[in-house]
């Protein structure tokens, strides 16, 4: 293959036309185009190059990317999004006293419309960021018209991906209810939608071994994947283990779970054998940094996960764990807290962060993304490499990984669609959402009565 470009296009026409900028192809060689150029026709990349050799191409819009970082759009391989209601509520909580004192009871007396408002919300933080994509684990109201309402309101924004639909010993139905209304859920979206419907057994460590097996054969059953947490906090294999007499991902390996169907947030507290089962498997794993650090959790084996074969990516797991749906805060932390854990700069860096947040969440939820490559998907995001913060200008994925943040997305493509540019979301009144996001989350604080702990004034 020609080392200057991916494909020489017969066709000499496509819809959009990205060009000047420094193209971050993610691909597994690194390579990098610049000035370069990606040209978009319908929902795929159609070409990508240098932009001398693509500019040629006839467009129905070019947009001007000098002075710009072209890269796969960003996702989220973990979320809760309806946790954006309760952003800055229970800071400095115990991890588990925060979830069933705080969380799980606004999480179970939140209303559909309180949902959807708060959902919209963090959807539109993410577009702002540059997330193309989300995987969502959604357990507050786990009726089929509020799943789908979750995964309607993701969709208005833009953003494709899954949403989990809650399941686990804390939801108010019995357990074979549970499954039939997640068989309902899946069913609820066609096959192909933007926004798919997977089971999502709450926590590996708090739920019944037969009801995990039946969520996961119901995923395998409608060729979904499925999504869960597993140790995350320091004592969940011990408490595993006295009531199982196993340890959770040795138990997962052993009843056939693991694979790359298998999407599991977390996995902070591996023992050898279960990292060499996770890798082994190439089960997903969602690496959550700064909600690792504002929890206080621990830091994942990464080099270990990822030497073992394992799938990474990138989560925000809910702005309550980290107040800003920023992708840029997570891959820089991705890096940093590993250094602070293994206090060697050499074993991770900006290079492989950035690919959990393209190609890694990519395989993780299992599109066609996450590279930029004649064919995939154009999920695509342009980030100004100009300003005080830029000034010098390091390369390009260092400006990316460390110096960039949010406000430098200029433009977010989610299958050729752009969803956000020009400092504003498209297909949504940004103001309408953040107003309606505001009052009702000042309404559902108002009706819980918090404790004390939790903080509940705004
Ligand atoms: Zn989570």
């Not at 504002?294 to 309550?320: E, M, Q, W």
């Not at 009706?447 to 004390?452: A, D, E, G």
Request: net charge negative; glycine share 10%; proline share 5%.
């Amino acid at each position: 293959m020609d080392n200057k470009q991916d494909v020489l296009p017969q066709d000499q026409s496509c819809d959009i036309l990205l060009t000047g900028g420094a193209v971050l192809t993610m691909d597994a060689e690194a390579k990098i185009f610049e000035p370069g150029a990606v040209a978009i026709k319908g929902d795929r990349v159609f070409a990508v190059g240098e932009a001398a050799q693509l500019n040629h191409l006839s467009a129905k819009r070019v947009i001007d990317c000098s002075n710009s970082a072209i890269i796969p759009g960003f996702v989220s391989a973990h979320d809760h999004l309806f946790q954006n209601a309760a952003r800055g509520l229970g800071e400095g909580v115990d991890f588990r006293v925060w979830l069933p004192d705080f969380m799980m009871p606004l999480a179970a007396s939140m209303t559909r419309d309180e949902v959807r408002a708060a959902v919209t919300m963090a959807a539109v933080e993410q577009a702002r960021s540059g997330t193309t994509a989300v995987l969502d684990h959604h357990y507050a109201g786990t009726d089929v018209e509020t799943t789908a309402a979750v995964a309607d309101a993701v969709e208005s924004v833009g953003l494709r991906g899954a949403i989990g639909q809650g399941m686990g010993r804390e939801q108010p139905y019995p357990k074979k209810e549970q499954l039939a209304i997640a068989a309902a859920a899946i069913d609820s979206r066609p096959a192909g939608s933007k926004v798919a419907i997977w089971p999502t057994p709450g926590d590996i460590i708090y739920n019944d071994q037969d009801f995990v097996v039946s969520a996961v054969e119901l995923a395998r059953s409608k060729n979904v994947g499925w999504h869960t947490h597993c140790s995350q906090y320091k004592t969940d294999p011990d408490v595993y283990l006295a009531e199982h007499g196993i340890r959770p991902v040795v138990w997962l390996g052993e009843a056939g779970l693991l694979g790359p169907d298998a999407h599991i947030a977390h996995m902070i507290f591996l023992n050898d054998a279960e990292v060499a089962l996770t890798g082994e498997s190439k089960t997903g794993v969602a690496y959550c940094p700064v909600s690792h650090g504002v929890f206080g959790l621990g830091t994942i084996r990464l080099k270990d996960l990822v030497n073992a074969g394992a799938s990474i990516g990138l989560g925000y797991d809910g702005a309550v764990a980290g107040f800003r749906n920023d992708m840029f805060e997570q891959i820089k932390l991705a890096v940093i807290i590993q250094r602070l854990e293994t206090m060697d700069p050499t074993e991770s860096g900006p290079q492989q962060a950035l690919e959990f947040a393209t190609r890694g969440g990519a395989e993780f939820l299992g599109i066609d993304a996450g590279v930029l490559r004649p064919g995939m998907l154009a999920d695509i995001t342009i980030i100004s490499l100009e300003g005080v913060h830029m000034t010098p200008r390091p390369a390009p994925i260092q400006a990316v990984a460390f110096s960039a943040m949010s406000t430098d997305v200029k433009v977010t493509i989610v299958g050729g669609e752009i969803i956000f540019e020009e400092g504003s979301c498209t297909k949504v009144d940004e103001e309408n959402v953040m107003e309606e996001a505001q009052g009702r989350a000042n309404d559902l604080i108002k009706r819980l009565n918090l404790p004390v702990h939790i903080n509940p004034s705004r």
